[in-house]
Each structure stands twice: as C-alpha cells, then as structure tokens.
C-alpha cells in the first residue's frame, strides 16, 4: 500500500525455525529475540513441549503496536522485526499468557531526529523503549488480563536474568539493589519532550500509561528520586 518493502513473517519464522532445530540436533541452548509473528510463538511452543531447550522474549512495541502505527510514512513506527498484523499481536499476548514467551525486552534503540525524519526507505530502524517499557506492559497486558502485575515483573526482571545467568532480578540479601518503585494505578501521559534520553524517536507520544517510575536505585545509590532523575 505505501509501495515499500515488506519483510514477510517468513523471514522471521525461517531462521527462528532452523535456529531451534540446530539447538535440539545438537542438546545446545538457544535464545529467539524479538519475536513478531503468530508462526514464531507457535514454532517455539511446540519446541519446548519437545524439550528443546529454548527461550525467548518480545518487546514492548510487538503487543502494543500494529503495522497500522506505519501509515502516513511514520517512521517512528518502522523497526526490525516490523509491526504486524492484529493476529500477530494477539498471538504475542497468547505467548506471554502461557509462557511460550519468556521474557520483556526493551529493544532500546534511540536515534538522532535526522536518522528519523527522513524517507521511510531510508529511516534507521528502532525506537526508544526504556522510558515506556513498564507503562506499556502494565497498559496493554495486566490492565486487561493478560498477566498479572507479578507476572509482569517476572519476564522484565527475573526470567532475562535467569536466562543470561546472572545474579540479578530478585530483592534479597547478597543481591544487587537494583529497585523500581512505582504505583501501577497511576496514570500518566507520554510526552517525549520530557524525556531525559537526548533521543526522542518514539511512537507512543501522547499515549495515556500506568506506572511510571517515581524512585530508581541502582547498586544501592538513588538515580530517580520522585519522579526526578538526579
């Protein structure tokens, strides 16, 4: 319809596939990142009922955005994988549910304005996720039932850790004190203007979220404090 490009879900599908066949010939463990499509979710549930020793994880945009977020040559919304379809969505939210998709990732990617506001053919691809990530989980998956709040929490925190090895995720003694409070009932509205990333290329611009990081501590030390970062 724009007279674009596209990437089919093939492109997608076929690597995802031939990289969980080598992983299972081979009793090697596997990650898929950015999964997209209803093909890729299903590739990696049937894997795993087969004992494949796969993960995998979906990025913020994927269960919030459709390709529609394209139309007007908005090149806010073109990243790698691309949007997809409403099906697509809503097989990423399946896959959340029963734990075929293991985890959240960011897939941070802040770009100049000039990277951005040009020919979409020529656009860089990516957009800027730290700052939405929770909002848009607790919008678009706990607010309507598709996880809980604890569940969330799990695939941003607890699952990438396990799955990368690393000590980090959980609150206890001996543990990094990497701490996010917020109040998931508390609305606020996107304004990338504010944001204290120098880039701003995000599609959510004026999108109403829910939990927005009002104290941040990193190793101990405080990096956001009410809301204000230090």
Same mark, same amino acid.
């Given at each position: 319809?724009?007279?674009?490009?596209?990437?089919? !879900?093939? &492109?997608?599908?076929?690597?995802? #596939?031939?990289?969980?066949?080598?992983?299972?010939?081979?009793? *090697?463990?596997?990650?898929? &990142?950015?999964? *997209?499509? !209803?093909?890729?979710?299903?590739?990696?549930?049937? &894997?795993?009922? !087969?004992?494949?020793?796969?993960?995998?994880?979906?990025?913020?945009?994927?269960?919030?955005?459709?390709?529609?977020? /394209?139309?007007?040559?908005?090149?806010?919304? +073109?990243?790698?994988?691309?949007?997809?379809?409403?099906?697509?969505?809503?097989?990423?939210?399946?896959?959340? &549910?029963?734990?075929?998709?293991?985890?959240?990732?960011?897939?941070?990617?802040?770009?100049?304005?000039?990277?951005?506001? /040009?020919?979409?053919?020529?656009?860089?691809?990516?957009?800027?996720?730290?700052?939405?990530? %929770?909002?848009?989980?607790?919008?678009?998956?706990?607010?309507?039932?598709?996880?809980?709040?604890?569940? %969330?929490?799990?695939?941003?925190?607890?699952?990438?850790?396990?799955?990368?090895? %690393?000590?980090?995720?959980?609150?206890?003694?001996?543990?990094?004190? =990497?701490?996010?409070?917020? =109040?998931?009932?508390? =609305?606020?509205?996107?304004?990338?203007? #504010?944001? +204290? #990333?120098?880039?701003?290329? *995000?599609?959510?611009?004026?999108?109403? %979220?829910?939990?927005?990081?009002?104290?941040?501590?990193?190793?101990?030390?405080?990096?956001?404090?009410?809301?204000?970062?230090?």
């Amino acid at each position: 319809m724009l007279g674009l490009r596209g990437i089919t !879900r093939a &492109a997608e599908e076929v690597m995802v #596939s031939r990289d969980i066949l080598i992983a299972e010939a081979t009793n *090697s463990r596997v990650h898929i &990142a950015h999964v *997209s499509t !209803r093909g890729s979710v299903e590739l990696v549930r049937q &894997a795993k009922k !087969r004992g494949v020793m796969v993960t995998c994880e979906t990025c913020p945009h994927y269960f919030s955005l459709t390709e529609k977020a /394209c139309e007007g040559f908005n090149t806010n919304a +073109k990243m790698n994988p691309p949007l997809r379809t409403d099906d697509d969505m809503a097989a990423i939210k399946e896959g959340l &549910a029963d734990g075929t998709i293991d985890a959240i990732a960011t897939d941070h990617a802040p770009h100049h304005i000039d990277e951005k506001q /040009c020919e979409f053919a020529a656009a860089m691809n990516g957009i800027i996720g730290f700052e939405t990530a %929770l909002g848009l989980g607790i919008k678009c998956l706990v607010e309507p039932g598709v996880l809980t709040i604890n569940e %969330l929490i799990e695939k941003m925190t607890i699952n990438p850790a396990s799955i990368l090895g %690393l000590n980090k995720g959980t609150l206890g003694i001996g543990k990094p004190a =990497d701490i996010v409070i917020f =109040d998931p009932k508390a =609305d606020y509205t996107v304004d990338v203007s #504010s944001f +204290k #990333s120098k880039a701003k290329n *995000s599609p959510y611009d004026g999108w109403t %979220l829910a939990g927005k990081p009002e104290y941040v501590i990193i190793g101990g030390k405080m990096i956001v404090n009410q809301g204000v970062l230090l």
